[in-house]
């Protein structure tokens, strides 16, 4: 598998995104909107109120969005969007709202809700390090020494609560040194058995159906696993060397030292282009680095998935434990499977420290604002493990599935075969996401779930969106974007005081896909511009922007 690096896909930090080219097959995207249509044709559509009503401002809305969708200069996408008014569940507007569209990342808000609603927000998550014994006077601990992974996504450095920017306090492994700091301070100074990782609190299937190839190389596309550190990637900072042909310094954290870098890289003549390359073969433990970086060049973060994130946890837990001076005579290993089908210890196991996840509110904020494809994973089979028992993807599903019928969502309106948009077998209608958010809007969560989503010009993966627009600080909305797939799905709150829930959906957007994001914007603001309250519910009291009570953390800046 060879990944070329250039100026294109987002994953890569410090100004050198990705662009993958696969020596094995890549699932391309697919839709369910079959029939191309003209974008000054498919913009024509209309509600029966907008004609029954004669609404001067839906009139308007509806010229702007022709003329958006238009603007494109694509006359092969298909879009799909439906605005209600949130305080009298009217259709507004509609266009292809029973049509299938891929999602991407709103699927996301699926998952999401589900989790608040089957789990609540102030379900917590726990790991632990068990042992059947207890260290003796001299602290000899018999036995194997177990990290149990139950589905935190959190295992890592990151600053909870979220506000406005992903940050970060201290090394990535920071939660299993605190374990580890535990275990020394309960006077475990020599281990006899192994430092095992057991992640069997789900069934061992890393990848959801419809994930591509390409996926498993990067941070976006990890191992789904109970145990997951530092969201499951490494990741490695390229220096340009000291001299034009030196190679390239790098350096790699957390590296549990079970994976290899083979960096055949070299320095270039400044100001030269950059041309990097990222080589790895499925599963395997090596990356392989080749390529050039100008002597002027900046720092450069390659986020590299882990493959094996058990075998990945063991290994990092037992080098902290021996940089504490603590002995360990086995080796790091993973325990998979069912635990409930695991041999038993003798003794029933003594937890001997651990790790309490943030209350799952604070997940859902980080999962929504910054579309974390692995912690929407894992809210999807822990709700499904804690609320059904289940254990295997399948189950998991199906559990999601059940909730979204509960909600009078048609089963045929969604089809999911993953909980965070990834998958190119995603299909779902926008009329079925509008139902979602007007169920979630309802719920005694439902302002805090609201304060989930990226603001428009303000934060998350919506902040330099709409900036300087009447729809900056108004829409509240999920992002989706993989390729030919530009979504987005929300709240929002028009300038003459309506109350909205919407859906935009456009797909096969082709090589337009700049040209789609800037129509889903521009319909945004004519919707904050244009659309009005009913005159009966003007001045209604709604929630969508009324602030989240457990959410006063969370601050805003104007910019």
Known sequence: ?????????PFVRGGLPCLLSLCTAIVAPRTGSAQAQTPATVARAHTAGKAKEGRSDIARFGERVQAALESTGNDKAS??????????????????????????????????????????????????????????????????????????????????????????????EKALADLADQLVASGVKEISGDIVADDSYF????????????????????????????????????????????????????????YEIRNDTRTTAAGTEPKLRLERDPDSQTFHLTGTLPL??????LQLAVTQPAENAAAILMQLLEARGVRVEGRSRARHGDRNAQPQADSPMRVRAEHTSPALLEDVRLTNKLSMNLHAELLLRVAAREKAGTTTMDDALAFATDFRQSLGIAPDDVQLTDGSGLSRGDLV???????????????????????TLPVAGHDGTLETRMRGTAAAGQVHAKTGLV?????????????????????????????????ALNAVDSICVAMVEELAPRKETRGAHSTINRPAASNQAERRISR
Do not use: C
């Open 1 to 9: 598998m060879t990944a070329l690096l250039t100026r294109r896909t």
């Open 79 to 172: 879009w799909g969007l439906i605005i209600n008014d949130a305080d009298t569940g009217e259709v507004l507007y509609s266009l292809n709202a029973g049509r299938y569209f891929m999602p991407a990342s709103n699927a996301k808000l699926f998952t999401t809700a589900m989790a608040l609603a089957t789990l609540g927000p102030d379900f917590h998550i726990r790991t632990t390090v068990e042992s059947a014994g207890e260290p003796d006077s001299s602290g000899h601990l018999e036995g194997d020494l177990v990290l149990v992974g139950r589905g935190d996504a959190n295992l890592s450095s990151r600053v909870i609560p979220f506000v406005e920017h992903a940050e970060r306090n201290g090394p990535p």
């Open 429 to 451: 209608t926008p009329q079925s996401m509008v139902q979602l958010l007007a169920y979630a809007l309802r719920q005694p969560w439902g302002p805090d779930f609201v304060a």
């Open 483 to 515: 390729e030919h797939v530009n979504s987005l799905s929300g709240y929002a709150t028009s300038r003459r005081g309506a109350h909205l829930i919407f859906s935009i959906f456009g797909n096969n957007t082709g090589t337009h896909g700049r040209d």
């Open 203 to 258: 069934a061992p299937e890393r990848y959801p159906p419809g994930w591509g190839i390409d996926d498993a190389v990067w941070s976006y596309g990890a191992a789904v696993s109970a145990l997951a550190i530092n969201d499951n990637f490494i990741s490695v900072i390229l220096h340009p060397g000291a001299a034009i042909d030196a190679p390239l310094v790098y350096s790699a954290a957390p590296w549990p030292g079970i």
């Open 296 to 301: 002027d060049a900046p720092a450069r973060e």
